[in-house]
């Protein structure tokens, strides 16, 4: 067995000391650590915090060549083990890599565990020492021991992300399954029990969705853990095949005593929702091009728009149909997520298998052209699902057996065993459930960049799409930030903030002559006979310049949308619509 000593060596230097023992290594073992972490589509070089990079067999010094950014090779002799030994540096506060302070560690194997080249499907264990009196474990890990765990490979190894520290925990059973809730760093006013049964109505619902309500189903894993580490501000989750690990703010955890959900709640039950969603789609039902992961480069897929984008479909739907929020609550959410796409001229620029392929180097690296060249595969594929989902449920009129997307994901996760699947596997579902055309249909929407149909879909099961009243930055086309001036973020093309010469990093000090806080203070300097005219005073580079806009009456790149249940809608229409929520 590959065996890993993880050792808190300095907690106030945020050192872990790793002490990898390989009973048989090669002649020449090749040792490397990974340059991403599956789940997070980004090279992010863990190697760069590994320093103290020692080796030896019994007592003899083992000499190591490095031989690339992040990989090693040791020129071993005989049979001994070979004992490699040194430090990781850990201070990312995220969930993507590790962390070490006085109060609390983290870690991701993927960012401290070397890779014996040629043993990754041995078994592998980690042994935990010198962990502070009080500090608890918490991993989906497989334990054999107090502090001490094992997986079956490589792979598994790294899945299974580890917290340390006095965390407040709590179990409930969902299908039968035991899961278990760790929160650190919660107040003392945190509810618990309350997001326990929350939690718990999520994953009851989710069980039944891919297994249906039938006595018996049960999960793809024997047991799952939700590591959650609240903070002053933070939001995000990375999925693993057993747990998951999350970061919320603090003031987003549910208070003794408070009854509603208020909406940082229901941004931390709709991460929650998401990241369990992924146990099944992405971890297991996964890109063909995930059948196995290369550790060392990018992992390319066309089909983020489904893992991703279909998740996040589920993600808030779920909340609605176990009961957690009203309908016009969902729906609220739902035309966030529709002003949010529409806003974004970068979707006429890519379509969303694109936008998959290129997550690497466009979605989780964006900057101020980010709107104008790229569309998220989340957002739009959200969307896509919804158009999908909608076209199923509206047109099997008379059909013995409804169709929809729960039929969808169901049957592809039958047909794949839970395993790899391509487009055309998708494709071949949909055919089937909904017909050629629906499945032609979808791939233009995967593969071209027209607008989805929503409007009409969306009246098909009673509900209302209207446009909102646009605010004054998405009049003008841009974004700011208004924190420290109102400084411009983005300018999105087509604008008239891009025609009037605004560009990322101004800084907006005036309009019509009178000095600016917020942006919106500009529309009480506008002169009732010239409500278009804007003569901008702005700050670039430590120059001043003056900027006339022309401001349009309506947003150009897209209003935002309200959705709203129709009061009027045919019967079948509110059949539908109550199938489709769960109402
Ligand atoms: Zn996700």
Redesign the pocket.
Known sequence: MINYKIEIADAHAHLFQLTLTIPAPAETQALSLPVWIP?SYMVREFSRHLGGLQARQGSRAVALRQTSKCSWEARCSGRGALVVSYQVYAFDSSVRAAFLDAQRGFFNGASLCLRAHGKEAQSHGIELAGLPEGWQVATSMTATGALSYQAADYDELIDHPVELGRFWRGEFSAAGVPHQLVVSGALPVFDGTRLLADAQRICEAQIALWHGERRGAVPPFGRYVFLLNAVDEGYG?L?HRASTALIAARRDLPVLGQQEVSDGYLRLLGLIS??Y??TWN?KRLRPDTFASFDYSQENYTELLWF??GF??YYDDLMLRRCGLIDEARYLKLLSATISAVLAVPGRKQQSLAQASFDAWIRYYRQDENTPNSTVSY?AKGALLALALDLSLRSQSQGASRSASLDEVMRQLWQRSGGGPISEADILAVVAEAGGAALAEELRRWVHGTEDLPLPALLERVGVRWCSDKASLAQRLGLRVSETDGIRVKQVLQGSAALAGGLAAGDEILACNSWRLRKLDEALQTLAPERLSQMALLVARDQRVLSLNLCLPLEAQAGAPVRLSPAEKAPARALGLRRAWLGS
């Open positions: 789940g989750g999925e998401h990241e969603f992924h992405v893992f991703e998740t996040s989340y």
